[in-house]
Nanobody, 124 residues
Framework: EAQLVESGGGLVQAGGSLRLSCAASGFTFDDRAVGWFRQVPGKDHEGVSCINRRDGSTYYTDAVKGRFTISSDDAKNTVYLQMNSLKPDDTAVYYC?????????????????WGQGTQVTVSS
């Protein structure tokens, strides 16, 4: 069974950093785009970042450019999201998604395998 498991969320003060991890089991990221979405109560999922393992391209939404970095470790079959200079507006549940068909383009519409989500809370 294909699964994604996120970890690394937590509570941090504004200006701090967190690193989210997305580990895959039952499949590899080799031929997929892997993205991070976030959601706050009452709002739709927002595409945050993406890395396309097929061509190496990356995507960041404007709100996180220069602060977040997406990367992958093939040996660990894991994708990371390094989040620096966090702001209260970054508070959300962050989800990892892998998709073999869509790429890392705006609007980000990955929708194959989803993780369970990890809460990120940034205090002011």
């Amino acid at each position: 069974e294909a699964q994604l498991v996120e970890s690394g969320g937590g509570l941090v003060q504004a200006g701090g950093s967190l690193r989210l991890s997305c580990a895959a089991s039952g499949f590899t990221f080799d031929d997929r785009a892997v993205g991070w979405f976030r959601q706050v109560p009452g709002k739709d999922h927002e595409g945050v970042s993406c890395i396309n393992r097929r061509d190496g391209s990356t995507y960041y939404t404007d709100a996180v450019k220069g602060r977040f970095t997406i990367s992958s470790d093939d040996a660990k079959n894991t994708v990371y999201l390094q989040m620096n200079s966090l702001k209260p507006d970054d508070t959300a549940v962050y989800y990892c998604v892998a998709d073999p068909y869509y790429g890392c383009v705006e609007p980000l519409i990955l929708d194959d395998v989803w993780g369970q989500g990890t809460q990120v809370t940034v205090s002011s």
